[in-house]
């Protein structure tokens, strides 16, 4: 069997048995804080920061399926700033995250909390659920200059300053999506 469809019946079926296990998945009671302090968080300047456009001088585009990237890396040059152009062509909400591996970790544990309160379908966004106080001022807001989350059919974009030296990726941090394969390498020249 060709390697390509190989890969795309594994990924088909992980994508399946995820999205089967969150379908019967059972909501838990409000267990935490909400999404907010940023993808970041305090090791924010350790990936880079948010870019002028001013400052661009090259633009990547890139595409999101059911569950890859169309790019598996991304080279760029240290303290380089970059325009994304994110496409969402699947038929599931997909994120576009620039982060490490631990930053990615932590937030797979907030977007599972979005699912678990219905500010994330897989294939929608309650934008309504997402301003959502959840009581301590913290919201499920997914506004972080280093992300964009988006239904299918939609684009956005992300202008972002890399640092010197870091070891970073591009991943979706939608339950199941990251260890479904929806990661790649941000390689710094």
């Given at each position: 069997?060709?390697?390509?469809k190989?890969?795309?019946?594994?990924?088909?079926?992980?994508?399946?048995?995820?999205?089967?296990?969150?379908?019967?998945?059972?909501?838990?009671?409000?267990?935490?804080?909400?999404?907010?302090?940023?993808?970041?968080?305090?090791?924010?300047?350790?990936?880079?920061?948010?870019?002028?456009?001013?400052?661009?001088?090259?633009?990547?585009?890139?595409?999101?399926?059911?569950?890859?990237?169309?790019?598996?890396?991304?080279?760029?040059?240290?303290?380089?700033?970059?325009?994304?152009?994110?496409?969402?062509?699947?038929?599931?909400?997909?994120?576009?995250?620039?982060?490490?591996?631990?930053?990615?970790?932590?937030?797979?544990?907030?977007?599972?909390?979005?699912?678990?309160?219905?500010a994330?379908?897989?294939?929608?966004?309650?934008?309504?659920?997402?301003e959502?106080?959840?009581?301590?001022?913290?919201?499920?807001?997914?506004?972080?200059?280093?992300?964009?989350?988006?239904?299918?059919?939609?684009?956005?974009?992300?202008?972002w300053?890399?640092?010197?030296?870091?070891?970073?990726?591009?991943?979706?941090?939608?339950?199941?999506?990251?260890?479904?394969?929806?990661?790649?390498?941000?390689?710094?020249?």
């Amino acid at each position: 069997m060709p390697i390509f469809k190989t890969s795309f019946m594994r990924r088909f079926a992980v994508s399946t048995m995820v999205l089967g296990a969150l379908a019967g998945y059972q909501t838990s009671a409000f267990a935490g804080a909400g999404h907010s302090g940023g993808h970041g968080g305090d090791g924010a300047s350790e990936i880079g920061a948010p870019g002028e456009i001013s400052d661009v001088r090259r633009t990547i585009r890139i595409a999101m399926e059911d569950n890859f990237y169309d790019k598996e890396k991304i080279i760029v040059r240290g303290g380089e700033t970059v325009r994304f152009i994110v496409e969402n062509k699947g038929e599931f909400v997909h994120e576009f995250n620039i982060g490490t591996a631990a930053m990615h970790a932590d937030h797979q544990d907030e977007m599972m909390m979005m699912m678990e309160h219905g500010a994330l379908e897989i294939d929608k966004i309650n934008m309504d659920m997402m301003e959502m106080d959840m009581g301590n001022g913290m919201s499920m807001k997914h506004d972080d200059p280093n992300s964009v989350l988006l239904e299918p059919g939609k684009t956005a974009e992300v202008i972002w300053t890399f640092p010197k030296k870091a070891e970073l990726e591009f991943a979706c941090n939608v339950p199941g999506h990251y260890e479904s394969g929806m990661v790649g390498n941000v390689r710094l020249q």
